[in-house]
């Protein structure tokens, strides 16, 4: 086995934890975990205890909530289609099918009230007709008679954020406004009672919340041109005590077995967390020199947090005088000599200060893989990828772009994509972006390829299909849209507001901007190579997408290689599906470059 791919097995085996979370009691940790097995898996380490895998079966497996009293957790088991059956797991290994095993329907959130037994959830389901819904309604679930009773019945898709007060009393959960833009914040009485909207940011804004231990509601608001963070009650009196001014707010938490509060914060892709008193004064920032972290609050008596950067695995830590300690023993299992990352800026067609990271190949580079992040809303940040560094070994230079919309920059920096749309001047700053690398010695003309998954999937359709072969040599669209109207129609009820509100309208409403926006229509001016990659499961961008544009390249005679998943959904994460997929890249980039076809 070639160094490069001993690195990847290396990297594939090494496990990286995803959307940790701790108990409100502070007595147990509990995550999610790729790497190292076939398929995500969730975990939880009790206080005192040693860590134990909690889910079961080749199914993507996601944390969803904790058990009353710390006895365990509630999980996702998706089969890749995002219809997942949800089980209780308790800490001595029983397992509890809470729902259908394969559900008809989508479900958000998940909650158990502390001394009922009753379960919440948000799903695109009427349990009393046995029909499937374009909304998602608030449900209760009784789990002794499995009687279902409707608490809070949406008229517009995209429900989100189910959470359970401490008391049990009330559930808080969002709303979409009624323009795509806005999302609101609702409380429902746990008994199905005075469902009513307490904050809103206006017609567009967004507010979103989490209870605090008193029932407060620690808020973050979209408002303007920046992001404030605050407190407010139920009647939807508000209190800012601090507003973004040279970095960027991300999101708001308990930190749990404290009584203190957290705000995630972002500079320049790397990510820290503020702690704020029970009044909402800042006490302190909580950072690395390198990489991110955020705290999560105090288990078995010290601060806890997540922790990752571009050459160490995302890892639970515990932070103490004396520097950071694994709690998973991940250090001692992560491989010397990756490549970190490097900052790289450039400007936009417009002269907007646009920010990357850059990871250089040793030696003289075969070329430049741009991989494009998702989203939009999203970031490349400081993370630790065997994707990118099975490309250095492979000898290819990696650029991550963060365009315009991405998150981490401030809320006037994300808003901006959509002055033009999808499709408009955010896909101008990856192109400056690589004439930079060209300008700067960092990436050789004819020898630069894009690839990406989801909206890195869609851009690279876009990239492929609008700049010219001496930017854009070859791209490898991963689970992208590429007609937008196909998209829109196909693709998961909850998620067409988000088209709406990044494109001005529905199909219907612009229909112009749809069309004018599609890769499909684009299809005849592919001048590089093209290399189609789709999960057959998945329910977001479905495979009418690539149907779709199969047709339209057959028309036009435009070549193409073409890798379809059978056992995936949105985005490729089966560990053999990954070395597989991987491997076909750095081949397929590897054959563009030298031959220029």
């Known amino acids: 086995m070639s160094d490069p791919e001993r690195l990847l097995e290396t990297l594939l085996d090494l496990p990286q934890v995803y959307a940790p979370a701790l108990e409100p009691e502070g007595r147990l940790l509990a995550w999610t975990q790729i790497g190292g097995e076939a398929t995500p898996q969730v975990w939880a380490r009790p206080g005192g205890g040693a860590p134990k895998k909690l889910s079961q079966g080749a199914t993507f497996n996601f944390f969803a909530g904790f058990l009353p009293q710390g006895e365990g957790l509630l999980y996702e088991a998706d089969p890749g289609d995002e219809r997942s059956a949800l089980y209780a797991a308790t800490l001595d290994g029983e397992r509890r099918l809470l729902s259908e095993p394969h559900p008809p329907y989508y479900r958000w959130g998940a909650a158990l009230h502390p001394e009922k037994p009753w379960l919440f959830f948000g799903a695109n389901y009427d349990f009393g007709r046995g029909e499937v819904l374009e909304p998602t309604w608030i449900w209760r679930k009784d789990l002794k008679t499995g009687e279902h009773r409707v608490l809070a019945t949406p008229e517009r898709a995209g429900t989100y954020g189910l959470e359970l007060a401490p008391s049990g009393r009330r559930l808080l959960y969002e709303r979409r406004g009624a323009h795509p833009s806005a999302r609101e914040t609702w409380v429902v009485e746990t008994t199905g009672e005075n469902d009513r909207r307490v904050l809103s940011a206006g017609e567009r804004g967004k507010v979103l919340a989490t209870w605090t231990r008193d029932e407060r509601l620690l808020y973050i608001a979209e408002e303007g041109e920046a992001r404030s963070v605050g407190y407010a009650d139920l009647s939807g009196a508000r209190r800012a005590v601090l507003r973004e001014a040279g970095f960027s707010l991300e999101w708001v938490f308990r930190l749990e077995g404290s009584p203190y509060l ?78 970190p990352a490097e900052d790289f800026y450039w400007r936009g067609s417009d002269g907007l200060q646009l920010h990357g990271l850059y990871y250089r190949a040793k030696g003289r580079p075969k070329g430049t893989i741009v991989l494009i992040h998702g989203g939009p809303t999203a970031r490349a940040g400081h993370r630790l990828s065997p994707e990118v560094q099975y490309y250095l070994a492979r000898g290819f230079h990696v650029f991550l772009p963060n365009y315009r919309g991405s998150t981490g920059y401030g809320l006037a920096f994300q808003e901006k994509i959509k002055e033009t749309g999808w499709g408009g001047l955010e896909q101008e700053d990856i192109q400056t972006g690589i004439e930079a690398l060209i300008g700067a010695g960092l990436a050789e003309p004819y020898r630069v390829g894009v690839t990406g998954t989801s909206y890195g999937g869609y851009s690279s359709w ?136």
Not at 296 to 312: K, M, P, R
Not at 484 to 503: I, Q, W
Not at 513 to 531: C, T
């Open 462 to 597: 876009w990239q492929i299909t609008h700049a010219p072969r001496r930017l854009v040599a070859a791209a490898a669209p991963i689970c992208g849209m590429t007609d937008l109207v196909v998209d829109y129609r196909t693709t998961r009820p909850d998620l067409r507001p988000y088209s709406e509100e990044m494109l001005g309208g529905s199909p219907e409403e612009v229909p112009e901007r749809y069309r004018e926006r599609s890769p499909i229509h684009y299809v005849d001016r592919i001048e590089g190579a093209l290399f189609i990659v789709q999960g057959a499961l998945d329910p977001n961008v479905t495979p009418e997408n690539v149907r779709a544009v199969e047709e339209r390249l057959k028309a036009h005679g435009v070549p193409y290689q073409k890798l379809v998943f059978e056992d995936e959904g949105h985005g490729i994460l089966k560990r053999r599906n990954r070395r597989t997929l991987y491997r076909r890249l750095a081949a397929f980039f590897e054959r563009a470059f030298r031959t220029g076809v």
């Open 262 to 339: 957290g705000v995630l914060a972002v500079e320049n892709a790397r990510g820290y967390t503020l702690v704020l008193s029970p009044e909402g004064e800042v006490l302190r920032e909580v950072r690395e020199p390198s990489g991110e972290l955020r705290l999560l609050g105090v288990f078995e008596g010290d601060w806890v947090a997540l922790y990752q950067s571009s050459t160490h695995p995302a890892d639970l830590v515990r932070l103490r005088a004396e520097g950071r300690e694994s709690l998973t023993g991940l250090d001692a299992r992560t491989p010397d000599g990756l490549v």
